[in-house]
């Protein structure tokens, strides 16, 4: 057997609401990979929709963490990172990929700050372009449409979009310096929804789309980038990942449509995991 792929997962825990790390972890596991966390606060909810929320704020522990980790010569396949609470966070993890980065770690950044053209309310107007920062170190980046206007500093524009708009964006954004962009929610007409991805070595763009399903489920982004992540650590090539987390994300939805569950509770995710390890090869 192949060695087995360890990620560096540095994200919250939101204890209700399916979303950061109670997502990451499972999905990952489910795609053979070996996931350490670096949890950077814990809330009783996440904060979509939610008012009342806990948060523990664990800023501090994130060097404690790191220091303990090099004494062990730990290394990684992969480092990903989602949703941040503050500038000193995404400073710590810009030193992590500092210290962790090795030959071939694949570092995976989703920009988590905003969602149907809003920042999320948690956040400062200047939030953005510090993740720009973390942006520009990363290999992979996996923004939704509004985080894409946000990290470019361009007014975001609802759909449905051109063809010529959205693969300018995956220009203007592999500009930072990612090798490969993947944007979340595009869609051309009312029928179909997905994601668009650039290759900046091949050149190559490649639009994956599914069933369009009305409604904005929480988490999502999560189960997306968790599951590129996954298949990209299999070995897929990167539009491939993508058809496999467009499914996946999009099954998720189906379910949780069909069960009438409510948007803020996170998406059902775990039904689909069995077809998720077959698209990956991994099902006996
Ligand atoms: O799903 C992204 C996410 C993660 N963690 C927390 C959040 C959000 C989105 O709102 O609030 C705490």
Redesign the pocket.
Same mark, same amino acid.
């Given at each position: 057997m192949e060695k087995q792929k360890r990620v560096m997962a540095v994200h919250?825990i939101?204890c209700f609401g399916k979303?950061?790390l109670t997502v990451a972890l499972p999905v990952l596991s489910a795609a053979g990979v070996e996931v350490s966390v670096i949890p950077t606060a814990v809330?009783s909810t996440?904060? %979509?929709g939610f008012t009342g929320y806990t948060y523990r704020d664990l800023t501090e522990d994130i060097p404690k963490i790191a220091q303990h980790w090099k004494t062990l010569n730990l290394d990684f396949d992969g480092i990903y990172t989602?949703?941040l609470g503050s500038f000193e966070q995404i400073h710590l993890v810009s030193e992590l990929f500092d210290d962790f980065k090795g030959k071939d770690t694949l570092i995976l950044v989703d920009p988590?700050m905003a969602d149907n053209g809003e920042l999320?309310k948690s956040f400062s107007p200047e939030f953005p372009q510090e993740m720009v920062k973390l942006c520009q170190k990363a290999d992979v980046i996996v923004p939704n449409m509004t985080e894409a206007a946000l990290l470019l500093n361009e007014p975001y524009r609802a759909g449905p979009y051109s063809k010529a708009y959205i693969d300018g964006l995956l220009k203007r954004l592999s500009g930072f310096g990612p090798q490969q962009i993947v944007l979340t929610g595009v869609y051309f007409d009312e029928e179909n929804l997905g994601a668009a991805a650039y290759d900046r070595k091949t050149g190559d763009i490649s639009y994956v789309l599914s069933s369009r399903i009305e409604g904005s489920y929480?988490?999502t %982004?999560?189960v997306f980038a968790s599951a590129l992540l996954g298949a990209m650590l299999n070995g897929f090539s990167l539009s491939k990942a993508v058809r496999i987390a467009v499914n996946f994300t999009a099954g998720s939805i189906a379910r949780t449509k069909e069960a009438k569950t409510d948007v803020r509770f996170g998406v059902n995710f775990e039904a689909g995991i069995p077809q998720f390890i077959q698209e990956l090869g991994l099902s006996q």
């Open positions: 919250d939101s979303c950061s809330l996440h904060t %979509g989602g949703f988590v999320y929480h988490g %982004g999560d």
